[in-house]
């Protein structure tokens, strides 16, 4: 599969028409009057309920799992203030508690009683994953951090964990990174096309072990010379070409956690690597310390190359899009670069003992572990390193997978854009450990529809209770080449929310499109806001035809992509889905 590159297609959008079928009119255009004129105002207050979902791991000091909470047994303090536990979900072994389904209401009829007793007789049975519980797993291998040797027997685990572990309905993505991410294959609940995908994986090159040479070449160049100023010039290279590495992961991952964000239920990555510097160069300045300590100010110039910062932005961007970092360290257990024979007695002119090295080299061990602790302790999930039990390391993420509480409470606010801190507690239990995300993003209607539109572009994730349509016409090509390509957007009106004032209904809708092509060139998801205003004397006949939303995309030639997505701005309900067609061929 071609690597996914995010960079803009040219894309123009074009409000050609805003008709409804059968030759009514929208009142924009009544009286002369245009589809680009600037619509009537419409206030109207809307209540809009957002859910915040946390998953919660609970497990007693020994680690064991601990099942049979209820919600009451929890307390969510948001920005450090309580808030109500509003629904309550509980897995076990990888079946839903019956008990944490709600009790149907009392003043429910008798359909709406069978429904609700249905619904735990399913789950008392064979279970029925409710959507936002669904599990989407992306397992990555960061090959820029990883030697090959390392990967490969993370990768045999993997396809074990795949036969064992995971539930029939989980998607698995596999994904690397070699300074530019590879989808290498997409979204699945076929475990055998990821198992086979990950024998091809292990026929890449990793780029560790080159790393490795050249951080020795340095380590000789400190031994042999005479002043700093010979040595220091070295490092400082080093350092610089890791921290563009480093930086370059860093960027990548954030961009594979927001294309997530659309998608609905639980998000995880399994991120495996040899490790990440958190501060590049730092064990080589340590070594400048100590092997001239006159002019000691190697930990000064470490910090130039610090990123706790990116990363910290790395973990709050998966936290506001729901997604779970579990680290895996696949170097096992390391042994010191400075205990091999070519140092081995080795002594520098200045007196440098082989322990300095050692020191070194633990220096380093911590710097690359610190980036995978935080990733999975400020996301809810777990690190594993400085062990070559992996299948230990697989069993606890697949309990994870398969045992959790998930909460939900409703913020006081909606969309107001913010980070806020989430801490959760189990009340009077203070010798339970409870992980879970750190925070999460209040994100607008507007930004909700981007994320879902974007989801359906990249990954064919559809929703559509509003029965909206997509449908194109024939392509004109234009002088420079590219094809000007008109789009339609049907949306069934009888699906719309429309209020009423004086002699007009009125609806507002939000329209978005977004296109990909062959290449994996990928175009900014553009909105455009559509108010809809019908004669009081036409609804009966409107609301048994569609609204027609036009368009024209400027594209290139080839296979192309697009989604769209509405959402009902009245409603707060949203569709999205995502068509192919191919242009000038």
């Known amino acids: 599969m071609s690597p996914t590159r995010r960079f803009p297609i040219p894309i123009l959008l074009f409000l050609a028409a805003a008709t409804l079928a059968a030759g009514l009119s929208l009142r924009a255009q009544e009286d002369g009057g245009s589809a680009e004129e600037a619509p009537t105002e419409i206030f109207i207050d809307r209540v809009e309920v957002n859910l ?3 998953e919660v791991y609970v497990t007693d000091k020994a680690g064991n799992r601990v099942d049979g909470l209820g919600k009451d047994d929890f307390e969510i303090l948001e920005d ?8 309550f979900y509980a897995v076990a072994d990888g079946r839903p508690v019956a008990d944490s389904v709600p009790a149907p209401d009392a003043a429910a009829d008798d359909d709406d009683l069978l429904a609700s007793a249905a619904s735990v007789a399913r789950l008392r049975g064979q279970p029925e994953i409710p959507e936002d519980q669904r599990l989407h797993l992306v397992i990555y291998f960061d090959n820029l951090f990883l030697k090959p040797f390392s990967r490969n027997n993370v990768a045999r685990r993997v396809r074990q964990f795949l036969r ?20 290498r294959h997409p979204f699945t609940t076929d475990r055998n096309a990821i198992s086979e995908e990950l024998y091809e994986i292990e026929t890449l090159s990793g780029f560790a072990e080159q790393a490795e040479g050249e951080r020795r070449r340095v380590l000789h160049q400190i031994e ?6 010979d040595a220091r010039p070295h490092v400082d290279l080093y350092a610089e070409s890791l921290y563009h590495d480093v930086t370059l992961t860093i960027t990548n991952l954030k961009e594979l956690v927001s294309s997530l964000a659309g998608l609905p239920g639980r998000k995880a990555i399994l991120h495996v690597s040899d490790g990440i510097p958190m501060t590049p160069g730092e064990d080589l300045y340590y070594l400048l310390d100590s092997r001239f300590s006159d002019d000691a ?13 990116q990363f910290h932005e790395l973990t709050a961007r998966a936290n506001a899009n729901r997604v779970t970092f579990y680290t895996l ?42 980036p995978l602790q935080m990733m999975a302790l400020e996301t809810g999930g777990l690190a594993t390193f400085s062990t070559n039990n992996f299948g230990g390391a697989f069993d606890r993420m697949a309990d994870d997978f398969r045992s959790y509480y998930s909460l939900a409470y409703s913020p006081a606010r909606s969309g107001d854009g913010r980070y806020h801190d989430i801490e959760v507690k189990v009340k009077g239990r203070k010798d339970l450990e409870v992980r879970h995300r750190t925070g999460y993003r209040d994100k607008s209607a507007e930004t909700q529809l981007s994320e879902v539109t974007m989801a359906a572009l990249l990954y064919g994730v559809e929703s559509n209770p509003m029965d909206i349509e997509l449908k194109f016409s024939s392509g004109v090509r234009d002088p420079d080449g590219n094809y000007l390509l008109p789009i339609e957007v049907k949306i069934p009106i009888g699906g719309a929310t429309l209020i009423p004032q004086a002699d007009v209904y009125y609806g507002k809708l939000l ?3 977004a296109v990909i092509d062959d290449d994996g060139r990928m175009s900014t998801v553009q909105q455009t806001p559509v108010p809809l205003e019908i004669p009081s004397a036409d609804i009966e006949i409107a609301r048994r035809q569609s609204f027609v939303y036009e368009a024209q995309l400027l594209m290139r030639r080839g296979d192309q992509r697009v989604a769209v997505g509405v959402r009902d701005e009245l409603a707060a309900q949203a569709s999205y889905i995502r068509r192919s067609v191919r242009i000038g061929t």
């Open 80 to 87: 450090g203030r309580p808030v109500t536990i509003t629904n």
């Open 329 to 370: 360290e696949a170097a096992g257990l390391r042994s010191h670069t400075t205990l091999s024979a070519e140092y081995a007695g080795s002594r520098g002119t200045d007196g440098l003992v082989t322990g300095s090295r050692i020191d070194a080299d633990i220096v380093r061990a911590s710097s690359f572990q610190e």
């Open 52 to 54: 915040v979902n946390v």
């Open 511 to 513: 329209v978005s499109v």
């Open 224 to 229: 042999g010379a005479a002043t700093i100023f």
């Open 164 to 183: 064992t572990h995971l539930s029939p309905g989980d998607q698995v993505m596999l994904v690397t990174f070699e300074r530019w991410t590879h989808v």
């Open 297 to 309: 100010f190697g930990a000064l110039d470490a910090r130039r190359y610090n990123v706790r910062n």
